[in-house]
Nanobody, 125 residues
Framework: QVQLVESGGGLVQAGGSLRLSCAAS????????MGWFRQAPGKEREFVTA????????RYADSVKGRFTISRDNAKNTVYLQMNSLKPEDTAVYFC??????????????????WGQGTQVTVSS
């Protein structure tokens, strides 16, 4: 059974940091593009960042560029999202996702095949 399990969410003050983890199991993910998406209340899901299977290529949404860093450890089947300088507008449920047949690093959620259940991130002002 394929599973993506996020952890590390919580409540933090503006300007603070959080590190999210996504543990994958059930198949080999080392060739997958792994991404993070988020959804705030009343808003559509949006792309945050993604990383290639090798870890050498990344892509970020403009809203998080310079503040968030994605990384992966294929030996542990885990993807990380380091979030610094958090803002109240970063408040959302954050989802980990895997594109099992990547052509490139895509920002389109519909191209991702596997999804985690999400972890809540709340940034207070």
């Amino acid at each position: 059974q394929v599973q993506l399990v996020e952890s590390g969410g919580g409540l933090v003050q503006a300007g603070g940091s959080l590190r999210l983890s996504c543990a994958a199991s059930g198949r080999t993910f080392s060739r997958d593009v792994m991404g993070w998406f988020r959804q705030a209340p009343g808003k559509e899901r949006e792309f945050v960042t993604a990383i290639s299977g090798s870890g050498l290529s990344t892509r970020y949404a403009d809203s998080v560029k310079g503040r968030f860093t994605i990384s992966r450890d294929n030996a542990k089947n885990t993807v990380y999202l380091q979030m610094n300088s958090l803002k109240p507008e970063d408040t959302a449920v954050y989802f980990c996702a895997a594109d099992a047949n990547p052509v490139r690093i895509s920002t389109a959620g519909v191209l991702y095949d596997y999804w985690g259940q999400g972890t809540q991130v709340t940034v207070s002002s």
